[in-house]
């Protein structure tokens, strides 16, 4: 093996340090050619460094070693491998012990070695005993920190214990110890616990335990006593420890032992207290109760429980407060309840109870309490019950005095009110209270007019107020708004009164409300009339600048639009850009899913549109699938071109109508002052659109100068293929399909060809883009199909087999509802006609009513066929939908049959992929005897190519068919 074979497969990979030194016959000593990277973190010198170095510089002045010396005595003996030790110097005068093994090997066709070196660090064998002494210092360290861990773990006052995995006593601590034994030399390591327990029980330590000594030890030993993590146990002497256990990383138990005792202690002495505190509670008379935050009973007395149930014992610690409520319907305690228990048990009256701080009841007899509740800092409801019968009987009594008093203002129809000097209201009647709040039941006397005013405002009920209220209330309201005068005033639900006040001798304001509405609503009516033909104007105007479908402008808005950025670019400056939007697909969705989804496609891309651009850019549909965006820029930046960018992407995503996906694209063209001329830049915007999708789909084209002479070339050539197509320029060429086993013709292609009167013979790269823009593919697709069927019945008609004919048809050419011509054609040829799907033809987004008319097809006697497969759209799953019956594979596919092992794999799944699904298989692009004999082995059962013959006129065809007669024929 060459050095440089070494270097690839060995010497550049391993992590030996290695270096290679070149041997002249005469030389002197070895001069290094190669060094790995290894080598040169060993050394400390670059690698570039290295190879202008001999290897005896590697080691300075020693006398102990000479490679030259030594690679001299090798030599002269024979020897092929030696070995050295020595010290490497490196940089920074830093040296290391080496152990070097060399092998020579010759170097062919010339007078020379290639001295290959292993270069191993070795430890100094001077530096032994310093590792010897540096290990017994790590060694007296390590025993050192331990002493002082344990010296620590001794000085804890609570016990410390580990036991191994087998429960065997590792180590404890001197208050583990005494919390065990008298005797603290009885605790061995290797101890097991079941014996440390008997020890401790030995002691009197656990108390507990004396009399079931077994039973208590094996339950300590029991898995659910070990794992627990916390556990409290009460030991001799009323003393108490909470055990703390945990398991190490190595299988460990560790135990700590905390002393409890206090806090246990401490525990009982609050108990005693709480007992103490609810013994004072009971002596209370009145009801008194705490709930906790989650309205759960902590604590209450004895009143409390008379005044909620029959039973004392009802009432338990704990009990939901709603729980509560109910016994206390139950037992009648609660009169307001009584008819209507569940709706007093609600979530909402109940909610709104708790948050009143002050809440009076009526019990049964006629007793009346009043409920005083508060929050605790810790969430607690503390509620006391104070008896208020005699209050409320004396405020009854006068109540019932004043009732006669005003039952004659109660009756007066429109509203009146007296406030007293401090403008708190004192009596009103009905009218009045509807006009101020929405409850009017819920009106107390003494509300301060301007809390009523607020009230009023929150309400809605004073419309001037609505979303302003408190702005209006400090507005509106001052201490003298009583004061005797006339205003009118607008309430809620379109009332109008005029409110006329006076002030009686002894301070008292008297409001009396004259309803005046019906006026106001007659010179209403006039403004709103004048107002309803200004709208319908507006109305107008905007129907004739809007889209009626997306709401967007249309050409006469943009129109409108464009002029005011002229004349703002005119006085400020800055520039102008066009972006024109066309949708890829739209015509395709309106085709196959019906203008319903079209019209939602339309309203979501309009939607986007929007969202994405600001409020001082234009907007406007111009077209059924066409957009512009006008955009104002003051100054030079990128901003239409992101924009644009952004929107490619916003409008490649699909929409969902009625459960499915509506898939589309868009293309922008973009064109923008003052590169385009301000009077041209709608037009330019148009031209980089064309631009754009020459490119194919979803792509952005930004207009220049250059682009005007291309659309003028394109102009002529679309000219050119109108006028081609009116005189029927447009012929069949036929390129002969063979099968695979006996080498027979056995189907043709059709092609389209243009014999153009002054170019000759052109392809359909010339023509097709062109065709497919001007929506005329599909009456070139129309013209070669009845032109070949012609041609082909008059050749091969009278055939016993004639040859079947395939014809490339465009996505048009499959949804265009011509069954009856195409049934009149295919009846008039005698042999089998396929359709030749482009697999560029999205056969994965295709709907339902694309494979119903692939099925018509087929009742006509059609082949389906799927054409350059391999390099378009379609998946396994697509071929399945479609169920064609024969794929052709690309050719630049089968290219790849003569290029090694990967291709034919390849090949080979792309054809086992065909026939699995029970699909013919056409190889077409064969242009050697070589993959036309490999294909074939591989499965196809159908060739085509240059190989066997090129796309033919008619006339060449007919020469074709008699030159192999013999063999097609028969005759």
Partial sequence: MSIEALKSSFMDLTSDAIAVGLVASGAPAPRLIYANTAFSELTGHEQEDLLSMSMDELFGDSPQVSIQNSVAQALEKGHQKFTLKAKLLRPGNTSIWVSISFFFKEVANADAWHLCATFRPQVETES???LADQFQRERDGAIKEQQRLVSALNAYPDPIVIYDTNLSLVYWNDGYAAAITDDPNELVAGTHLKDVLRLAIKYGRYPEAIGQEDEWVNRILSSDTLDREIEDVELKGDVHHRLLRSRSSNGDY???????????????????AQ???????????????????????????????ASMSNNHD????????TTVGRIAIRAGKIADAIGREEEWMSDAHQQSDVDKPVQDLALPNDVHHRLLRSRAENGDLVILRLDTTELVRQRRALEDTQDRLISAIKAYPDPFAIYDADLNLVIWNPAYARSMTKSPDDLTSGTNLKVLLRNAAMEGLIPAAIGREEEWLEDYYSPDL?????????FADDQHHRMVRSRTEKGEYVVLRLNITEVVRQRRAVEQYSKRLEKANQEITYKALHDDLTGLGNRRYLSLKFDELVDLRSKKGGEIAALHIDLDRFKHINDTMGHAAGDQVLLDISERIRRNVESADVVARIGGDEFVVLIYVPKDNDRPETLAKILLQELSRPTLFEGKECRFGA????????????DQLLTNSDVALYKAKRRGRGQLGIFDKSDLEEVRRTKEVADDVLRAIEQLEFEPFYQPQVDARSGQTVGIEVLARWRHPEKGILAPAAFLSIATDLNVAGDIDRLIFEQAIGECQQAFGRMSNPPSLSFNVSENRVNHNEIDAIRHYVQTYSGQISFELLETIFLEEQQDDFLCRLDQLRD??????????????????????????????DRRLTALAAGGSGGLRLLRSIIEIGHSLE???TAEGIETNEQAEILAKLGCDRLQGYHFAKPMPYQDLLKFFNLKSGVLCGG
């Fill in 860 to 889: 006509l006697g059609i082949a389906i066929e799927v054409d350059d497969f391999g390099s378009g759209r379609a998946s396994v799953v697509a071929l399945q939908r479609i169920n064609p019956d024969r794929v052709k594979i």
């Fill in 667 to 678: 293309s922008i063209g973009l064109a923008r002052t003052p590169l385009a001329h301000v």
């Fill in 482 to 490: 009583l004061a005797p005068g006339v205003e009118d005033f607008e």
């Fill in 128 to 130: 032994a005993a310093d």
């Fill in 919 to 921: 699909m013919g298989v």
């Fill in 254 to 272: 560790v135990i700590i032992r905390l002393n409890s005792t206090e806090l246990v202690r401490q525990k009982r002495t609050a108990e005693a």
């Fill in 314 to 321: 009802d009432l338990k610690v704990g009990m939901h407060r």
């Fill in 275 to 305: 007992e103490r505190l609810l013994a004072a509670l009971n002596a209370y008379p009145s009801p008194f109760v705490i709930y906790d935050s989650n309205d759960c009973l902590v604590v209450c007395n004895d009143a409390y429980r």
